[in-house]
């Protein structure tokens, strides 16, 4: 009874992630579009509009309110949000992997372990496209997110390893069985 809702919860999961994963594939297609749209009308979205120095909270360096998206940028924002649009989209084909072996009732299949090793390597490419960032035109919502991602990666090693483990487990007991 568990093992079934189990497989229908990852069977459930799989199509949120298919129709995330369409999504992420459809905006990297619009996204030199909507990065031009972003920077012939700079106003377009709210979070861009300059801040007046009033309005920043003590402390904060100016550079953490940039008062709009700078032109030069362009090439650099467009390169950045493909490295990070690729990532999440082999982060999430490697989830829906995980998924459908797990539906199949394989959740300790060998491919599991490397599964969770593209994830890893996925995740150092998210952080090296933040570290840069980090360097390039920085805010604390880059920072916060280069160091997330940096604690993720090892997540994913770990769970790369227990799998791994669960599997060598898994088949030495069929073995002795």
């Known amino acids: 009874m568990l093992r079934d809702l ?13 129709f995330i994963l369409i999504l992420n594939l459809l905006a990297l297609l619009l996204l030199p579009f909507w990065l031009n749209v972003l920077y012939e009308q700079p106003n377009l979205f709210g979070q ?11 402390g904060l360096a100016s550079q953490e309110y940039p008062a709009d998206v ?11 949000l493909y490295v990070c649009g690729l990532s999440t989209a082999w982060i999430l084909f490697e989830g829906r992997r995980i998924l459908k072996r797990v539906a199949q009732r394989e959740p300790f299949h060998a491919r599991q372990s490397r599964s969770f090793q593209h994830i890893a ?3 150092g490419l998210l952080t090296a496209a933040f570290v840069v960032k980090i360097f390039t035109y920085n805010t604390f919502l880059t920072l916060f997110c280069a160091v997330v991602f940096f604690i993720l990666i090892f997540i994913a090693l770990l769970l790369a390893d227990l799998f791994r483990q669960a599997y060598l487990v898994k088949t030495e007991n069929e073995l002795t069985i």
């Open 70 to 80: 700078p032109p030069g940028s362009y090439p650099f924002y467009l390169a950045f």
């Open 6 to 18: 189990t497989c229908r919860l990852s069977g459930a999961l799989c199509l949120i992630i298919d």
């Open 121 to 123: 390597l996925a995740l």
């Open 48 to 58: 861009l509009d300059g801040r007046q120095a009033d309005s920043r909270p003590a």
